[in-house]
C-alpha cells in the first residue's frame, strides 16, 4: 500500500491550497484518514481526520480556514486550505488506516506560505 501526497506549494498570506492524498496498492478497506504537518523545528501535529462516514474533527488552528473530505471510491483524501498563514508553513503528511488495521503514512508535500 502507498500513500501519494500532492498538491503544496508556495503561496501568498490569504491565499489558497488543496492537497491530495491517494491510497493505491492491494485495499481492501480504508477506515479513519488524516492528514498531519510539520513545521521546521516542531513535532508532527494532527490537522484533520475524517472517518469513512464523513464524521470530521479540526484542530484549533485550522478550524473554519481548513476543510478535509475524501472520496471513498478513489481512495483518496484532500485538504482544501483558504486564507493562509505564515504559520501554516509545514511539511503536510496523509496517514490512512488501511483494513485491518495498519497505519500508512505519505511521503509529505511541502506547504509554504510567504510574500
Known amino acids: 500500500v502507498q500513500l501519494q501526497a500532492s498538491g503544496g506549494g508556495v503561496v501568498q498570506p490569504g491565499g489558497s491550497l488543496r492537497l491530495s492524498c491517494a491510497a493505491s496498492?492491494?485495499?481492501?478497506?480504508?477506515?479513519?484518514m488524516a492528514w498531519y504537518r510539520q513545521a521546521p523545528g516542531k513535532q508532527r501535529e494532527l490537522v484533520s481526520t475524517i472517518t469513512t462516514d464523513g464524521s470530521t474533527t479540526y484542530a484549533d488552528s485550522v478550524k473554519g480556514r481548513f476543510t478535509i473530505s475524501r472520496d471513498n471510491a478513489k481512495n483518496t483524501v484532500y485538504l482544501q486550505m483558504t486564507n493562509l498563514k505564515a504559520e501554516d508553513t509545514a511539511v503536510y503528511y496523509c496517514?490512512?488506516?488501511?483494513?485491518?488495521?495498519?497505519?500508512?503514512w505519505g511521503e509529505g508535500t511541502l506547504v509554504t506560505v510567504s510574500s
Open positions: 496517514n490512512a488506516k488501511i483494513w485491518p488495521a495498519t497505519y500508512y
Open positions: 496498492g492491494r485495499i481492501i478497506s480504508i477506515g479513519v
